[in-house]
């Protein structure tokens, strides 16, 4: 056995850096005795050195630069904070270059610039912890990497944006607008100011990238993700998607489909009797189905500060146990598959569909909209059609089987050239059994 | 990097034997992809080689004599999978023996002889692997001992009988006796011709007292574990349940109170709304509560082949992995903490209760019965009495407040003493919030 005190500094002392140094002194007792060694936090950079944080700290912890952490020779563990794309990457390789490991729970970087940042760990030969960057305190980045390792993973569905969750969640069991139940999460601290990457889907795709290339040994592509955001959704979609027996949710897929693999984020229905169907509020959830193993799902809190503490000490931990028996490597970062998947462009993949149209209540629609349908290859599974204005116009809902997203799109420019059709048609893709 | 094919021998070639070579060859490529070395099956040992299990295996592999695997001086990795007692345990001491680690789906071997096992495999320096003995394909153990290594468990809730799950699912949805039920899951292959491991809660017991060992670093203790089955549920007691809001589960608890650790299994009320309240049919749950992580809970199926082999798989890369590098221990064996927790008495445990009392229907029932439980320090939160005749009788439902199991136990004695009283009162701890 190898030294029995692993040294870790931190850059960062925000909502998550707190949590996380939280969770190394009030438990740093417990972790020694499951572990055999002792974690020591040596250094906390921040801008910001004087606010309150609630922690006691020993003399000389705090400092304001982040060299005095990312050059420190005693430290072997540095643990990245501050999110964004710049100045973290450059702090993230220096600390590689200075050969210290790195935990980080900065989704954005990886899914943008992990490629290269793993690339040059290996070079140096330490390790990158991101058990963070994904769903919080749900252990998923180690359950993929290591719990499911046995498995060819055949799909894979996300709730990994709590925002965006709270949100429609709101939005489900008050039946309000979407921009009340923003502006509600707004309050409560469940969304920023600007909140465009949680509601328009891009840190799911962040979080989808790093999660499909574990899963299917492919580069992180977050290019590749398609997207769309939630912002679309009303009040009216959630009503008639409960009357049909689903909920809707943002969810991240991955799904292997002959030889590709779909990469995509967007509101979905789900039949409101699947588990992850319940899965409300701020909390994240993943089901991954495997080929041996079958349909697992893991579930708990996505953000904040303890929870996501939790993932961060649990890398911390993982890469101290390499450290201590020169171990490092152990579990390959990312590893390209030679065998590796194509991302499917977003035209050939195929779904259930939902349509609203917004038509005329005039005889002779629905066989207009229906024949366009048919003509695109699309069949339909059922129809609402109530008879109930809304602006004028009467919402015709329709449900189809599995239908190829370029014929849908195609139908849809089709649909919503007919005179008698009033307003653009919202679509929602449906998962579930056909 | 060391020796980049490790050897393993398998021991046992039913149901999980079967499922984990079945990995080992269709999956042996990505397996090779993700982690950079070759897993080579060797040998399988069984009494019976001449049934046919759709396996294609190349000459020489299949054995009768066990020794063939604990004795090839080549096989890294001894899987064992014939269960039970002996001479399972005596294969397993053999191979440590021999310096080979270990791979065991054997809950019952552990709950029972695991001190004794991991205490000679430390002497040895050998690993012993036992994901697949908990809740088959879910990954607790590792999420247990690594993924959340930087919480103290507050509490920890399973369903983790697959069998009894089944039964208890059924029943509540079709109103069925215990017996049907357990007819039923016979006839299907879930239960056993003597279920009794099952549906006394034993087998739950085995792997709590795996799990809360690895959650609290106390020593394997299964006869410490308070046990109670399903065989006394009545549809009726389901039907009141649901009334209630709550569903009856047979759960496996583990909870820190005061210094002390409950562990118990017994059948359930948690409310209905609980995301573990839906895991129905022959599925296992375990929801997992760190001081940290906050509540969390892993999905999935807990027993067949392909489920159990994925875990059983996941060990032997796990260990593979420590083979390479010479980093054989590097996540201890079950950890006694020096400042391990004692298990409490089951009269001290503090629960709500659910009673349901078989009494005459005269005036002055309810009133001697809230007596006697508030003479025992019981309060009353609801009462259901419906005035229903059952066997003469009438039942009278009553919910209580949090109570201690002794107090409860000497109200029921009083109680069934009284003359009004025509049958045993039948009872069910019930969580959730007070």
Do not use: A
């Given at each position: 056995m190898g030294k029995d005190r692993i040294v870790v500094g931190v850059i960062g002392f925000g909502t998550v850096g707190s949590g996380t140094v939280k969770i190394l002194l009030d438990n740093r007792g417990v972790i020694a005795e499951r572990t055999g060694f002792d974690l020591v936090l040596k250094r906390i950079s921040d801008l910001d050195i004087s606010r309150d944080r609630g922690i006691r700290l020993g003399e000389g912890i705090l400092t304001t630069k982040a060299g005095d952490v990312l050059d420190d020779?005693?430290?072997d563990i540095v643990v990245e904070l501050i999110g964004g794309i710049h100045p973290a990457k450059d702090f993230i390789i220096r600390a590689i270059e200075n050969k210290k490991h790195v935990v980080t729970a900065n989704k954005a970087l990886l899914a943008t610039e992990g490629n290269e940042i793993f690339r040059e760990a290996g070079k140096h030969g330490v390790e990158v912890g991101f058990e963070a960057s994904v769903a919080g305190g749900i252990p998923i980045i180690k359950v993929m990497r290591e719990g499911l390792v046995a498995n060819r993973i055949l799909n894979m569905y996300g709730i990994i944006n709590g925002t965006s969750n709270y949100i429609l969640s709101r939005m489900t069991d008050e039946g309000s607008e979407f921009s009340a139940a923003l502006k509600e999460a707004q309050k409560l601290g469940y969304a920023e100011a600007d909140p465009t990457f949680d509601i328009e889907g891009i840190d799911s795709a962040h979080k989808l990238a790093i999660l499909a290339s574990l899963a299917y040994g492919i580069p992180l592509s977050y290019e590749s993700v398609y997207k769309e955001g939630i912002t679309k959704i009303t009040p009216q979609d959630i009503e008639f998607a409960s009357e049909l027996g689903y909920k809707i949710k943002l969810l991240t897929i991955a799904k292997a489909v002959n030889g590709e693999v779909e990469l995509r984020v967007h509101p979905t229905m789900i039949p409101s009797d699947y588990l992850i169907s319940k899965v409300d509020g701020v909390f994240n959830a993943i089901y991954v189905e495997g080929d041996a193993v079958g349909s697992t799902l893991y579930y708990g809190r996505g953000a904040g500060d303890m929870p996501t503490g939790s993932a961060i000490v649990s890398d911390i931990v993982d890469i101290a146990r390499n450290i201590r028996l020169n171990a490092?490597?152990?579990?390959?970062?990312i590893r390209t598959a030679p065998s590796g998947l194509k991302v499917r462009k977003m035209d050939d993949v195929e779904s259930m569909y939902y349509f609203r149209f917004s038509a005329l209540d005039s005889p002779g629609v629905l066989s207009k909209i229906s024949g366009i349908l048919g003509d695109n290859n699309i069949s339909i599974a059922s129809v609402i059609q109530k008879g109930r204005r809304v602006g004028g116009a009467v919402p015709l809902v329709v449900l189809t089987h599995r239908a190829k997203e370029r014929d849908v799109l195609g139908a849809i420019r089709s649909i919503d050239d007919l005179p008698v059709v009033t307003d653009k048609t919202h679509f929602i893709r449906v998962e579930g059994k056909e």
């Open positions: 020779s005693e430290i490092t490597g152990r579990v390959p970062l």
